[in-house]
């Protein structure tokens, strides 16, 4: 279908220790890429070094690592340790996350994203060489950083980008953009910003024929993901703003059941892929005939087969 196809890792319904065999059989399955998340389960790093060992050859990627959380030259460090376990197939995605993520969770100042985000971009971009780094950036300053063994091939550094100034720092500066929760006809404008570079986006699916089951499933990650200032406004820009206002202003009153029920079905089916596993393939190759190069799905669990069955139904090979 595509030269990427990307399976998120681990699986939903399982531990990482319990994920090891389905991990190990994505290459044969014909995934191409695995792909970390870093929320408030497991971290975005260690999935993707047991990955190294687990399935020898597949590109190994994090969607996204913040980059208020450690500081860069642990940042560094941890990239260059997973370049190192997989030479020349790992790919750094960071990103400027969200205040409930930084500030709530880790007690760190939500300041200046965009300008953290292409400061941190920068360094790695000179540390993962292994330059010795004396820098006074926007929002931070290193003194006399350098990585102790610096990967023999540097890994690729890709940003979480959502809207047009993030987009266009990752086409000039990174090696690719990540972006998540769009339609296949939104990847034609998000496209449009980025010229050739690297598209990513994770793709959440559900592989059921019960549509009522699936909205409802959908409605709370939906609500959880849009209501983020970031994806808001990503939104806006991709012009649902009028259409989930009431969702909007529902959740800021506290009245989170209205706005569930605030978000039009048209909205969950277009950010959403459902149906049986052959209409999802189908759904997922519209994104990339839109221009998406790499879809990293994301089997929701809930649907009428087993996450394992899922993965197996909705590979390049099924």
């Given at each position: 279908?595509?030269?990427?196809?990307?399976?998120?890792?681990?699986?939903?319904?399982?531990?990482?220790?319990?994920?090891?065999?389905?991990?190990?059989?994505?290459?044969?399955?014909?995934?191409?890429?695995?792909?970390?998340?870093?929320?408030?389960?497991?971290?975005?790093?260690?999935?993707?070094?047991?990955?190294?060992?687990?399935?020898?050859?597949?590109?190994?990627?994090?969607?996204?690592?913040?980059?208020?959380?450690?500081?860069?030259?642990?940042?560094?460090?941890?990239?260059?340790?997973?370049?190192?376990?997989?030479?020349?197939?790992?790919l750094?995605?960071?990103?400027?996350?969200?205040?409930?993520?930084?500030?709530?969770?880790?007690?760190?100042?939500?300041?200046?994203?965009?300008?953290?985000?292409?400061d941190?971009?920068?360094?790695?971009?000179?540390?993962?060489?292994?330059?010795?780094?004396?820098?006074?950036?926007?929002?931070?300053?290193?003194?006399?950083?350098?990585?102790d063994?610096?990967?023999?091939?540097?890994?690729?550094?890709?940003?979480?980008?959502?809207?047009?100034?993030m987009?266009?720092?990752?086409?000039?500066?990174?090696?690719?953009?990540?972006?998540?929760w769009?339609?296949?006809?939104?990847?034609?404008?998000?496209?449009?910003?980025?010229?050739?570079?690297?598209?990513?986006?994770?793709?959440?699916?559900?592989?059921?024929?019960?549509?009522?089951?699936?909205?409802?499933?959908?409605r709370?990650?939906?609500?959880?993901?849009?209501?983020?200032?970031?994806?808001?406004?990503?939104?806006?820009?991709?012009?649902?703003?009028?259409?989930?206002?009431?969702?909007?202003?529902?959740?800021?009153?506290?009245?989170?059941?209205?706005?569930?029920?605030?978000?039009?079905?048209?909205?969950?089916?277009?950010?959403?892929?459902?149906?049986?596993?052959?209409t999802?393939?189908?759904?997922?190759?519209?994104?990339?005939?839109?221009?998406?190069?790499?879809?990293?799905?994301?089997?929701?669990?809930?649907?009428?087969?087993?996450?394992?069955?899922?993965?197996?139904?909705?590979?390049?090979?099924?």
């Amino acid at each position: 279908m595509t030269q990427n196809w990307g399976m998120t890792i681990p699986f939903t319904d399982r531990s990482l220790a319990d994920s090891q065999e389905l991990i190990a059989e994505l290459p044969a399955l014909g995934y191409t890429d695995a792909w970390s998340a870093e929320v408030n389960g497991v971290d975005g790093f260690v999935p993707l070094a047991m990955a190294a060992q687990w399935a020898p050859g597949v590109r190994l990627g994090s969607a996204i690592v913040p980059v208020f959380t450690r500081g860069p030259a642990l940042l560094a460090m941890q990239a260059a340790t997973l370049a190192d376990l997989a030479p020349g197939r790992f790919l750094l995605g960071i990103g400027s996350s969200s205040p409930a993520i930084v500030e709530r969770w880790n007690a760190v100042e939500f300041a200046k994203p965009y300008a953290r985000t292409r400061d941190t971009l920068r360094f790695l971009k000179e540390a993962l060489t292994g330059e010795k780094v004396s820098q006074r950036y926007e929002t931070f300053e290193i003194k006399g950083f350098k990585l102790d063994r610096a990967p023999k091939i540097p890994p690729k550094v890709v940003l979480a980008a959502l809207r047009p100034r993030m987009l266009r720092l990752a086409a000039e500066e990174a090696d690719g953009a990540i972006t998540n929760w769009l339609s296949p006809e939104d990847v034609r404008k998000v496209r449009a910003e980025i010229g050739d570079t690297e598209l990513i986006a994770r793709l959440f699916v559900c592989v059921s024929e019960d549509t009522d089951k699936v909205r409802a499933l959908a409605r709370w990650m939906l609500a959880a993901y849009l209501t983020v200032p970031a994806y808001a406004a990503f939104h806006d820009w991709l012009g649902r703003g009028e259409v989930l206002r009431p969702m909007h202003e529902a959740w800021a009153a506290g009245d989170r059941q209205a706005a569930l029920k605030a978000i039009p079905d048209e909205v969950v089916d277009s950010l959403v892929v459902h149906g049986d596993a052959a209409t999802c393939r189908a759904r997922i190759q519209e994104y990339v005939d839109n221009g998406l190069d790499t879809p990293v799905l994301a089997p929701i669990a809930g649907g009428e087969v087993t996450i394992t069955q899922a993965v197996r139904d909705l590979a390049p090979t099924a």
